[in-house]
T-cell receptor
Framework: KTQVEQSPQSLVVRQGENCVLQ??????????LRWFKQDTGKGLVSLTV?????DKTSNGRYSATLDKDAKHSTLHITATLLDDTATYIC?????????????FGAGTQLIVIP | EAAVTQSPRSKVAVTGGKVTLSCHQT?????MYWYRQDTGHGLRLIHY???????EKGDIPDGYKASRPSQENFSLILELASLSQTAVYFC?????????????FGPGTRLTVL
């Protein structure tokens, strides 16, 4: 059973618009949550990591929130650029140690058009 | 520049044939991982290693072997390739186990088994 669900599956926005990507999970325990960006044909690159109960992070035009009670995270992208076209993957770690496992979502494919 | 590289970047193999995928990292990391990515699904862990000459099974090890001859190199071996092993394979490294530490990913190898 999929333990990390991302929505929407795909999203098309115009350059300059804002967008919000959602991640819901059932992983227990939920030690941390990380958002990755995957350009087409490339590997995953970390955007941000959230650790605490109601964490909020910001990395340039990317900002993220985590609600551990609701097991929900959002990734906000402000003023999108064409280079933001990519798949965004939510990953939940069930421990903060070497014994932990990472649980990957299937990703949201974002397409930014001129 | 620290990096994770994979070779080949793409490969076509015949059913029943042997396939070796190679990964090299210059991050000086102890941990290395092999994942597979199937369309519409999240990455899944096949094998990992935390020290040279030792490998561990991940979540889906059946049909795969791994080899870690040195800290820098980690190979994934398909002794008898099958159609179901068609996927994109990613190698990653981290300086700690699958906990909080960020994993750095290679660009992936697209394997097609015919």
């Amino acid at each position: 059973k999929t333990q990390v669900e991302q929505s929407p599956q795909s999203l098309v926005v115009r350059q300059g618009e804002n967008c919000v990507l959602q991640c819901n999970y059932s992983v227990t325990p939920d030690n941390h949550l990380r958002w990755f960006k995957q350009d087409t044909g490339k590997g995953l690159v970390s955007l941000t990591v959230l650790v605490h109960e109601n964490d909020k992070t910001s990395n340039g035009r990317y900002s993220a929130t985590l609600d551990k009670d609701a097991k929900h995270s959002t990734l906000h992208i402000t003023a999108t650029l064409l280079d933001d076209t990519a798949t965004y993957i939510c990953v939940v770690g069930d421990r903060g140690s070497a014994l932990g496992r990472l649980h990957f979502g299937a990703g949201t494919q974002l397409i930014v058009i001129p | 520049e620290a990096a994770v590289t994979q070779s080949p970047r793409s490969k076509v193999a015949v059913t029943g044939g042997k396939v070796t995928l190679s990964c090299h990292q210059t991050n000086n990391h102890d941990y290395m991982y092999w994942y597979r990515q199937d369309t519409g699904h999240g990455l899944r862990l096949i094998h990992y290693s935390y020290v040279a000459d030792s490998t561990e099974k991940g979540d889906i090890p059946d049909g795969y072997k791994a080899s870690r001859p040195s800290q820098e190199n980690f190979s994934l071996i398909l002794e008898l390739a099958s159609l179901s092993q068609t996927a994109v394979y990613f190698c990653a490294s981290s300086d700690q186990g699958q906990g909080y530490a960020e994993q750095f990913f290679g660009p992936g190898t697209r394997l097609t088994v015919l």
